[in-house]
């Protein structure tokens, strides 16, 4: 509904409610509207709440009690609750005497100069190796044969070395976690971006793979049997027993062979670890879907221990050199492969003393399973963190990472799984049929962790805005109550000392939590009250909720319910979607007014912008981060959650 029309399309409201068209509406009529326009904006809305909403109205519009309310007062109703005209908050690039904007360039140097450094690095290193050996195979007599082919596999065979080295080390995640704790190291190192780097490896790996391998099969192997008798007996013929092979006879030796062996391998893992696979793209054909996911993708990541062996073997047999101080590649792995051997075989122990008792189990709609854990002895985490999960009845290998929605002061650990794959469908099944047929044990859950994640910088942020996209909004539910738990804390000593400290908790905390279904406000009813309660007292946190399923405030199909909202709201304080203090806002936010109304509210501020949930928001929030660091005197810092 807009101005220039909005009283027409009041009227037009009213007639659809008045069905006997005698103008009208008395409450079983209304009643009967609502009970219409709920399943049009996919809301689970009950005959007994049908019949209250309708008497709610009635209380408010008949005054005088004749049973009936006219289109006077209807109209005067819709007026005063319906949003009028666009609720577009325009940007305004002059806001007076602030500091000048800062330009794009320094605002990209601020974001992207910890992943800039380190990715410069690993190029630097990665050339620096390459041209190291590049240059020193074109001074040994096997160039006589080879040429640059011989210089190109070499310098690419010593960039694989190192880079199938340094894979390992960003999902060594004890280390990692044990490292960001560091507030110097973790002021220049991006530990937030570390599956990230791995992927980026992933693909200096393979193009160091098409490189050495390609030139050996394609050029080196060839010149080796074809070279002429004279020119080989005088360079190379001592490394091949001085009989000159043919192309096939190349092929078959050791080392030739395994490295073969470790490209084939390499060639079912790394596709099956790209996006489309991992999550069963609709967009993969039918007969593809049915041999991905994660579980395939899981299990076939773990060729990298056939890998690594042949690897060594490979680099064993060289047949260009019996000099051991030559064979290098042992000395570039040695440490990483112990390293994440030994985080494996802790994770592989802790696990065995982890079995947890199962405190709760609660099914919510959507397919969505909580589980209310024992908490450990000695298990300590921070807000934000998270855990891996491990059901041995379903697989003894696998392990899932799920956020913490527990606080830290809590006395449980407590995790929220949306039925989203093939394990955490089973999973659930598991628990569902337990539930079902009263069951007295649950199945065994073991739990390995707490790892850091991105959503630990919060504390780095005095003003902190929190995006979640449906069970996204899990990691940062640790943060409300960690939040809500020191404010309690706060205010105690206040009363007891007459003085407080918000130490380590943000000047004002942003929650925005966008959802397709109503059900999945039944997640966190009690956070919500929770965070609701506390902020009576000190106003630290808001949270907004959207409900994405109902058109958009303005909407004639919405604005019999936007109306019920506002005066259940007015009269007791709950909202009639979330069931929480919590007021729900209908459609899709508008995230460029967000943060516009952001930038104004909070001048010349640090903002950290944390979000979990698909790559497309990510790309959006991303954009609009960037935009409104160089237009305005705010700057806005964005984070991902990667696991």
Not at 7 to 28: A, K, P, Q, T
Not at 37 to 48: G, M, Y
Not at 386 to 394: G, H, K, V
Request: contains cysteine; proline residues 4%.
């Amino acid at each position: 509904m807009t101005d220039p029309w909005l009283d027409s399309r009041i009227l037009l409201f009213f007639d659809l409610c008045d069905r006997n068209m005698d103008g009208r509406i008395d409450e079983r009529e209304m009643k009967q509207v609502i009970s219409l326009i709920s399943p049009i904006n996919k809301l689970a809305i009950k005959n007994k709440e049908a019949e209250e909403y309708a008497a709610l109205i009635m209380e408010a519009l008949d005054l005088q009690h004749r049973g009936y309310i006219q289109a006077s007062e209807f109209e005067a109703l819709c007026k005063a609750i319906l949003p009028k005209g666009s609720s577009t908050i325009s940007y305004k690039k002059n806001h007076g005497q602030q500091q000048e904007p800062i330009s794009k360039a320094e605002i990209l140097f601020r974001s992207y100069w910890r992943r800039a450094w380190i990715i410069g690095l690993w190029l630097m290193i990665c050339f620096a190796l390459f041209t190291w050996k590049f240059i020193q195979y074109s001074h040994r007599a096997a160039f006589q044969v080879m040429g640059y082919c011989l210089s190109t596999a070499k310098g690419a065979a010593e960039t694989l070395k190192f880079n199938m080295a340094l894979i390992l080390l960003p999902v060594c995640r004890n280390t990692i976690t044990w490292l960001r704790n560091n507030p110097g190291l973790n002021s220049v190192i991006p530990f937030n971006d570390n599956i990230n780097f791995h992927k980026v490896i992933a693909g200096g790996i393979v193009i160091g793979v098409i490189l050495h391998g390609g030139t050996h099969l394609a050029c080196d192997f060839p010149r080796i049997s074809g070279s002429d008798r004279s020119v080989f007996r005088q360079t190379i013929a001592a490394n091949f027993g001085y009989q000159q092979p043919s192309y096939f006879q190349i092929l078959s030796t050791t080392e030739v062979a395994s490295g073969i062996a470790m490209v084939v391998l390499m060639m079912i893992a790394f596709p099956l670890a790209t996006k489309w696979p991992r999550r069963q793209s609709p967009s993969l054909p039918r007969s593809v879907r049915k041999v991905t996911g994660y579980n395939t993708f899981w299990y076939s990541h773990h060729l990298f221990v056939p890998v690594y062996a042949l690897l060594i073997v490979h680099s064993m047999f060289l047949f260009l050199t019996d000099n051991l101080v030559e064979k290098t590649t042992w000395m570039y792995i040695a440490i990483p492969v112990l390293l994440y051997a030994g985080e494996r075989i802790i994770r592989a122990i802790r696990s065995g003393f982890s079995e947890v008792e199962i405190l709760k189990v609660s099914l919510y709609p959507g397919k969505v399973l909580s589980l209310k854990l024992q908490k450990p002895k000695g298990f300590r985490h921070k807000s934000g963190m998270y855990i891996f999960i491990q059901c041995p009845q379903i697989s003894p290998f696998e392990w899932h990472p799920f956020s913490l929605t527990c606080g830290p002061e809590d006395d449980y650990l407590s995790v929220h799984i949306k039925t989203l794959g093939d394990w955490s469908c089973q999973l659930y099944s598991l628990f569902e049929e337990a539930i079902l047929t009263g069951l007295k044990q649950y199945p065994k859950i073991y739990i390995d962790g707490p790892y850091g994640a991105s959503s630990q910088d919060h504390i780095k942020y005095d003003i902190v805005v929190m995006v979640g996209l449906g069970i996204g909004i899990t990691p940062f539910i640790s943060i409300l109550k960690d939040i809500a738990t020191r404010l309690k804390k706060s205010s105690s000593n206040q009363a007891a000392c007459g003085e407080g400290s918000l130490e380590k908790i943000p000047l004002k905390a942003y929650l925005y939590w966008v959802t397709r279904e109503q059900s999945s406000f039944n997640w966190f009813t009690d956070v919500m009250k929770e965070i609701a309660d506390t902020n009576q007292k000190q106003a630290v946190v808001e949270v907004f909720n959207f409900l994405t399923s109902v058109y958009q405030e303005g909407d004639a199909r919405s604005a019999l319910i936007t109306i019920i909202q506002s005066l259940y709201q007015a009269k007791y304080g709950i909202d009639i979607v979330s069931r929480t203090p919590v007021r729900t806002q209908f459609g899709r936010p508008n995230w460029f007014n967000i943060f516009s109304k952001l930038a104004r509210r909070h001048r010349g501020a640090r903002i950290g912008v944390f979000y979990c949930g698909p790559m497309t928001l990510a790309r959006e929030l991303e954009k609009l981060c960037t935009k409104f660091s160089t237009k305005t005197n705010t700057i806005f810092v964005f984070h991902k959650e990667n696991y």
